[in-house]
């Protein structure tokens, strides 16, 4: 008997999804929690999963198509496995056996590899999910099956040189033409709209990152043995911020209407780069949190984004941003605001630079800082008073640390 197969049930602030990717096609087996479909929503991508083992009966919503919430996608045969699913895991057997006698025996296999070791899911999963084409993966299983280590140490590989690009006719002009998708489109809705119903301004500051790497430098170590995280630059701009948002209220708040809305509590989100677009996943509470607990808050955000993994509870919320160009090499930029939040404080390249220092010239790393705001709920002076406190909690760690 056939079953549903639904799309999950999206939050209030998710209207619709769209099928982004098929893993499986009607008669191919699966295993119960194979990942068989992807659906991308305006924030996150949600996989759908095999409910059990079984076999994709028909496909309702095909690549590219919109779906609601809850709705039906696909039908489902639990248990069943088609005639031609079946001939192919024969076929494939016989391949198996085939290319395992004639390896024993001396003789080159007459199967590739990928081909032989394509029938395991949890491989299939892997070989997906890292974009690796089979055939590129040396198999070290029984007869040259392809194992999940394999896909691993693959990936591991530094990357070959790339190819020389072809050669284009002379007054030969070419392009190419592919659909945003959901996530990028709702990216650029939302930065249209920031620069649009905003009363956007930045104001820059800069600040001497000499002492906090100084500090970084003689404790990282013990940081990391006894908390198990590496200590960066990130957790001091993340205190720093949260100390600055308690004395500034209004840069914490939001507007609604014709309303302020002062947050009391302190959500920080963290602008990362990912292979889909920009999400900003969010610090809950970052006032009760410790170092340690930001930086590791931090590194399993940037896995999930990396690994398309992100959540909508992960990405929700926030009542303040920060976000580091420097990673990419910026100099300086004026970050756009991420509505509805009214500020977004920008962190840039760490570069060595003169500086008069109590009447001597002195070479010091530093770092231009970018305060975007709206100007409609946060005045100058209390935007560059922000900032500036940033700047000297952070040239100066210790105030930080003790709560100066």
Known sequence: MATEIKAPVFPESVADGTIATWHKQPGEAVSRDEVICDIE?????????????????????????????????????????????QTEAVQSEAKVEQAVTQTEAGAAPVVERAQVADQAPAVRKALTESGIPAADVAGTG?????????????????????????????????????????????????LLAATQETAMLTTFNEVNMKPIMEMRAQYKDAFEKRHGARLGFMSFFVKAATEALKRYPAVNASIDGDDIVYHGYYDIGVAVSSERGLVVPVLRDTDRMNYAEVENGIRDFAYKARDGKLGIEDMTGGTFTIT????????????ILNTPQTAILGMH????????????????????????????????????????????????????????
């Open 41 to 85: 929503t305006d924030k996150v991508v949600l996989e759908v999963v095999a409910p059990a083992d079984g076999t994709i009966a028909s496909i309702i919503k095909g690549e590219g198509d919109t779906v609601l919430s809850n709705e039906v996608i696909a039908q489902f045969e639990e248990g069943a496995v088609s005639g031609a699913a």
């Open 142 to 190: 029984r007869g040259g099956r392809i194992t999940k280590e394999d896909v691993a140490n693959h990936q591991a590989k530094p990357a070959a040189p790339a190819a020389a690009p072809l050669s284009v006719a002379v007054g030969e002009r070419v392009e190419k033409r592919v659909p945003m998708t959901r996530l990028r489109k709702r990216v650029a809705e939302r």
């Open 324 to 335: 580091n160009g420097g990673t990419f090499g910026s100099l300086l930029s004026t970050p």
């Open 349 to 404: 390249k760490i570069q060595e630079r003169p500086m008069a220092v109590n009447g001597q010239v002195e070479i010091l790393p530093m770092m231009y800082l970018a305060l975007s705001y709206d100007h409609r709920l946060i005045d100058g002076k209390e935007a560059v008073g922000f900032l500036v406190t940033i700047k000297e909690l952070l040239e100066e760690p210790a105030k930080l640390i003790l709560d100066l």
